[in-house]
Structure formats: structure tokens, C-alpha cells
């Protein structure tokens, strides 16, 4: 049962302009959740993360928005850089037991 | 800073073999986990070490065994390989115990059953 799913497999924008990046999970007993970046060849490495009692954080060009509700969070990159390109792994952790779930990832591409 | 380090980086095995993958960390970690990464599936969960001395099952466990030798080191045993365990794996570590911090990773695993 995948608990975090990340429906769309790529995405493709302009250079300079906004990406959007979309997570769905099932369990509501997820405390945080994280957003991760991964090259080819190398390991995935941490990018944003925001904790379940907020609903966005902010850092840099990068802001991760929560909807509780609709169990729902996304990634927003503005403006995209040619570097944003890479897959985008969401992931969600239960503080409870540790276990650390991800998703599918999004191979996003920034055109030039 | 080595954080976290895998070996080998790759590995081709016979159907059958036996191998184990490495993962030692010197960040004081205490959970760590084991990933694998197949096209179209993300990152999937192996097994996890929430702490020393306890391993627990994750989404894919069958066909792996586990040991947390101590707080650095967290190994991945293929008792028999199987072309379905060719994949990149993936070993990582994370504070743990409910701390607010980000999981670290190793660069991976590149393995190839034939």
C-alpha cells in the first residue's frame, strides 16, 4: 500500500518561471514530511521539510505548502533554474515508530 | 565529513550468491535504513533501525536480512540474489527519536543479478 504517492512521474517548465510539485499521502499519522532532490548517480539529498502542525514553510526559492485536510502537500520553486532539474521525492515520517515512507519522485525539467 | 558511506559501489552477483552491502555513519545517527530504487517505484523501504539494536520490516523485506552491529553500522545481507534484487540501494541515517532533522544519504548501491 503506498502510503505517499507523487502522481505525476515528470514535469516539464520554462526557465524562470514557477514549479509545481504535487504529494498525496493516506495516513494521517504522519508527523513531518520532507521534500528531497536527487541527481543521477548520486544519493537523494534534503531540500525543504515542514513540520504537520504548520501549513508552509519558506526557504529561499523554495516554499512547501500543507493541507491537512486534504492530505496534500506541495513543492513550489520560483523562479526555476536549469540546476532545478532533477527528480523530486516526497517523503513523510510517523515520530511514533521512525519509519521514513517515500514517494514515487517527479523528474522535473527546467527548459532553457 | 564522510557522513554516510556505502560499499561497494557496485556489485554484479550470479543468481544464487550471496552478498552484503555496507553502511556505516559517523554522525551519532540513531535510525537508519535501507532504500532501494527501481524505475517508476521512488524509493522504496527495505528495513529500518529506529535504534540500536532493532531492525523492523519496511515495504519490500522479503529476500533481505538486516543487522545493526552497532550505532555507525547497519548492514544489508541478499542470502540468495535474485535478478529481481538488481537495483540501486540505497542506505541512510536520520537523529531519530522524534528529532526534527533531515535523513542523510549514502551515494548508493549499484547492484546487477545475473
Known amino acids: 500500500d503506498q502510503q505517499v504517492k507523487q502522481n505525476s512521474p515528470s514535469l516539464s517548465v520554462q526557465e524562470g518561471r514557477i514549479s509545481i510539485l504535487n504529494c498525496d499521502y493516506t495516513?494521517?499519522?504522519?508527523?513531518?514530511f520532507l521534500w528531497y532532490k536527487k541527481y543521477p548517480a548520486e544519493g537523494p539529498t534534503f531540500l525543504i521539510s515542514i513540520s504537520s502542525i504548520k501549513d508552509k514553510n519558506e526557504d529561499g526559492r523554495f516554499t512547501v505548502f500543507l493541507n491537512k485536510s486534504a492530505k496534500h502537500l506541495s513543492l513550489h520553486i520560483v523562479p526555476s533554474q536549469p540546476g532545478d532539474s532533477a527528480v523530486y521525492f516526497c517523503?513523510?515520517?510517523?515520530?511514533?515508530?521512525?519509519?521514513?515512507?517515500f514517494g514515487t519522485g517527479t523528474r522535473l525539467t527546467i527548459i532553457p | 565529513n564522510a557522513g554516510v558511506t556505502q560499499t561497494p559501489k557496485f556489485q554484479v552477483l550470479k543468481t544464487g550468491q550471496s552478498m552484503t552491502l555496507q553502511c556505516a555513519q559517523d554522525m551519532n545517527h540513531n535510525s537508519m535504513y535501507w532504500y532501494r530504487q527501481d524505475p517508476g517505484m521512488g524509493l522504496r523501504l527495505i528495513y529500518y533501525?529506529?535504534?540500536?539494536?532493532?531492525?523492523d520490516k519496511g515495504e519490500v523485506p522479503n529476500g533481505y536480512n538486516v543487522s545493526r552491529l552497532n550505532k555507525r553500522e547497519f548492514s544489508l545481507r541478499l542470502e540468495s540474489a535474485a535478478p529481481s534484487q538488481t537495483s540501486v540501494y540505497f542506505c541512510?541515517?536520520?537523529?531519530?527519536?522524534?528529532?526534527?532533522?533531515?535523513?542523510?544519504f549514502g551515494q548508493g548501491t549499484r547492484l546487477t543479478v545475473v
Open positions: 533501525s529506529a535504534s540500536e539494536g532493532t531492525t
Open positions: 517523503a513523510a515520517i510517523n515520530f511514533g515508530n521512525e519509519k521514513l515512507t
Open positions: 495516513n494521517s499519522m504522519f508527523d513531518y
Open positions: 541512510a541515517s536520520s537523529a531519530g527519536e522524534g528529532s526534527v532533522t533531515e535523513a542523510f
